[in-house]
């Protein structure tokens, strides 16, 4: 939910306050569908480990629970999949909407003439990049 984000840019013209811009764009979905998704597969995975050590009887006599648990696991699987590459987008999306260079030539402060806005650091990636790979 960039929208939500404030960020201040100078007023150079005259001695006025910063105005507050927002950044465009809402990519919480696909970040919310890959945390729901790894909730739901954590909290079925200590329900299969409960049912695999307390009641490994019912397991083995009976013939459609471990095929339904083999179905279970597969769409798991699947859905995991699809959720890593709905956010792989998702950071690409925001990388693209808070790279610095995007956002110094979107604020009309630094379009005049002899005006050097520079962006300053780069924003870290790293642990987000790294969620995609999980």
Request: with cysteine; proline share 5%; charged share 15%.
């Amino acid at each position: 939910r960039l929208y939500q984000i404030p960020f201040g840019m100078p007023n150079c013209e005259d001695e006025s306050e910063a105005r507050t811009l927002y950044l465009i764009g809402d990519f919480s979905a696909p970040a919310e569908f890959f945390v729901t998704l790894g909730v739901f597969s954590f909290l079925y995975s200590m329900a299969a480990l409960v049912l695999y050590l307390r009641f490994h009887s019912l397991y083995t006599e009976n013939t459609k629970l471990p095929f339904t648990d083999f179905c279970v696991t597969v769409c798991f699987a699947f859905f995991w999949l699809v959720a890593a590459a709905a956010w792989g987008k998702g950071l690409s999306d925001v990388k693209a909407a808070t790279r610095p260079a995007a956002l110094i030539s979107a604020m009309g402060v630094c379009q005049g003439d002899g005006v050097v806005c520079s962006p300053g650091t780069t924003p870290a990636m790293g642990l987000a990049n790294i969620s995609v790979v999980r």
